[in-house]
């Protein structure tokens, strides 16, 4: 089962960042007195057209933080070029049944706008880990949901191979940083999850099974931007048994992880 649940991790790492967050296409209003637009979605791209206030833009899609964008202008030629989030922020949705309602001298700015909430402050993020469990290798990756600037909570999942074991992890946790506007930021997590161990070569029919641990740890983590992160945390795991003696384990992980 574990196997399987890491490899819909991987599928959802995949695909959700190509997800399309809206089947209505958004119609923005250019609020500020100019508005760039590049031939191509990077900052290495040249501007080859300056779109002013008043003007409207719709989004055709999304490559990571840059937007294609149709623009009508004179008559009925069209420039379709990329603008980046920070400056799609500054305009005004135009289209949306949220807008329409709001009274016509109200401005909300499209980051401010419930309906692209997630666009400008995105709370998913996938990543993904290598890291060292006693003298076995283990490769895994997480899932997580900001529930605050500080707080967070997320599912985990590894693979592990040893010389003389090898096996599956799945976790849930509770994560705190207390310095979230750092960019090296401290945190600590807690929760409780479960390993399924197999052992190798001749003692292969012997010790297999399955027992619940709690998991507490701490790391630190580098913001590399405002949607990729660097990390690296310790995790100690209390293994729940059904006799008296509870094993332990200590796990190191680096990983890369990024909001979408």
């Not at 997630?118 to 990756?141: K, R, W």
């Amino acid at each position: 089962m574990p196997r399987y649940f890491l490899r819909l991790l991987l599928m959802l790492m995949v695909l959700l960042p190509a997800y399309s967050y809206a089947s209505e296409k958004l119609q923005l209003s250019i609020l500020e007195p100019f508005l760039d637009i590049h031939t191509g979605p990077g900052k290495n791209y040249p501007v080859f057209y300056i779109a002013q206030r008043g003007e409207t833009i719709e989004i055709q899609k999304r490559r990571n933080e840059w937007f294609k964008v149709h623009l009508k202008v004179i008559g009925d030629r069209t420039k379709i070029g990329w603008v980046h989030r920070n400056a799609l922020g500054l305009t005004m949705i135009t289209n949306s049944k949220a807008s329409n309602e709001k009274n016509s001298d109200d401005i909300v700015l499209a980051k401010d706008d419930p309906l692209l909430s997630t666009l400008f402050n995105p709370d998913l993020y996938f990543g993904f880990n290598y890291g060292q469990m006693s003298s076995a290798d283990l490769v895994g990756i997480y899932i997580g949901k900001a529930i605050t600037d500080s707080f967070s909570v997320e599912v985990q999942a590894g693979e592990f191979l040893g010389a003389t074991a090898q096996g599956n992890t799945v976790a849930g946790v509770i994560a705190f940083a207390p310095f979230p506007q750092w960019r090296l930021s401290p945190f600590v997590q807690i929760g409780a999850g479960e390993i399924y161990t197999t052992a190798r070569g001749t003692n292969s029919q012997q010790n297999a099974g399955s027992n619940t641990f709690l998991q507490s740890g701490f790391g630190l983590q580098l913001r590399l931007s405002d949607r990729y992160q660097l990390r690296l945390d310790y995790r100690h795991h209390n293994i729940l048994t059904s006799t008296d003696n509870n094993g332990e384990l200590e796990t190191w992980h680096i990983g890369f992880s990024g909001y979408f």
